[in-house]
């Protein structure tokens, strides 16, 4: 199980990213279409650092949310 963040992006499509997973990031016109990407995303992140013979990035869910 991964954190996802999802939020509107500039270009009015939704942007979800992974923070525990570098450069793990994608998009969606909708917000289902967003989380199916970024499942995606996460999904071929992992296949291909287990491929390479790489550890995993260990997921710590410590997300905090600030209106500044």
Known sequence: MREVIIYPGEDGY???????????ISQGKIKGEAINN??????????????????LPEEKFETMVMAV
């Open 14 to 24: 939704w942007v979800a990213e992974c923070p525990s997973l570098p450069g793990c």
């Open 38 to 55: 970024i499942k995606e995303a996460i999904n071929g992140y992992i296949n291909a650092l287990k491929e390479d013979g790489l550890a």
